[in-house]
């Protein structure tokens, strides 16, 4: 036996009427039951019943919808339109009604511990703005709308943090920590995807917790400190390595000194411990020359 797929819904108007000049009717009711009770003479009581049941059909089928609010009409089960225009409204009393917020939401998601791509435990949490773009789709096409967004946002933000490194060991790749942009664009089309089928838009999505898990965060906090002295080291060498080919060169375009290799290589060793270490230099005065001390 062959399942057949959902089929999507579409929004479409509904054919709704301002409440206002039906309001107008429901006051001369009023007005019409007010003077048979009080000042007809001989009240009639078929006109009281008529106006009496008028009256209640008529306020039975009022509503109030407010800016960037919608109603979604139905008869029986069956789908009738939306109604996005606010103010008074009014639709024939057996028409079903169910407001839904076209309002822009905002949710914070809880931090959640995952694997990033290599494997490491994260924790990450991140903020969406979303609003319902279909009432249609929102209403028949999920159970719940908004848990539905909650759940997808956060399979969302798994898929997202699981697809890319927490920092860069490699140069080039794309990382959770070092490209936020472009982290944040790819978690906003990937829970656009996923919340389309609800009739949802996603406005703005960014991550805004990210951190190593507490298990491996001291091992990797050591990690990042080795990288940043490796890194400074490098950068004092080449600056050192730069620093002495000038001397040198100044030294040998003025004519200052000559040196063979063995003075050239004593000085290049002597600057090099001078420029690299860590400790000050101690000045030593040597009274003979480099071949006899």
Not at 54 to 63: D, E, M, R, V
Not at 141 to 168: C, K, W
Not at 251 to 275: C, K, P, Q, T, Y
Request: charged share 25%; with cysteine; glycine share 8%.
């Amino acid at each position: 036996m062959e399942l057949k797929s959902m089929e999507a819904s579409r929004e479409t108007g509904a054919s709704t009427a301002s409440g206002y000049p039906v309001l107008v009717v429901v006051a001369i009711m009023l007005l019409i039951i007010g003077y048979e009770v009080a000042l007809a003479p001989y009240p009639s009581a078929f006109m009281l019943i008529a106006a009496g049941v008028f009256f209640a059909f008529l306020t039975a089928g009022f509503y109030m919808l407010q800016p960037n609010q919608a109603t979604v009409v139905t008869l029986f089960g069956s789908y009738r339109g939306t109604d996005r225009n606010h103010g008074l409204r009014w639709v024939w009393p057996w028409m079903g009604r169910k407001k839904v917020s076209a309002r822009a939401n905002n949710i914070h998601s809880d931090r959640i511990k995952i694997n990033d791509k290599r494997g490491n435990p994260i924790e990450i949490a991140c903020n969406v703005v979303w609003r319902v773009r279909d009432t249609a789709q929102a209403t028949f096409d999920v159970d719940d709308y908004r848990e539905f967004v909650n759940i997808q946002i956060e399979a969302g933000l798994r898929t997202v943090g699981s697809r890319h490194p927490y920092d860069d060991i490699e140069e080039g790749e794309t990382t959770l920590r070092g490209d936020g942009e472009l982290v944040n664009a790819e978690l906003l089309t990937e829970l656009n995807d996923r919340l389309k089928v609800a009739g949802i838009v996603v406005d703005e999505a960014g991550l805004t917790h990210l951190a190593y898990a507490p298990e491996i965060a001291g091992a990797m906090l050591r990690r990042q400190q080795a990288e940043a002295v490796i890194a400074a080291r490098a950068k004092l060498v080449m600056g050192a390595v730069t620093m002495v080919e000038m001397a040198l060169e100044k030294l040998s375009e003025g004519e200052i000194v000559h040196l063979d290799d063995e003075r050239r290589a004593a000085m290049v060793s002597n600057l090099m411990v001078v420029l690299c270490g860590e400790r000050e230099t101690q000045p030593i005065v040597n009274t003979g020359t480099l071949y006899n001390h």
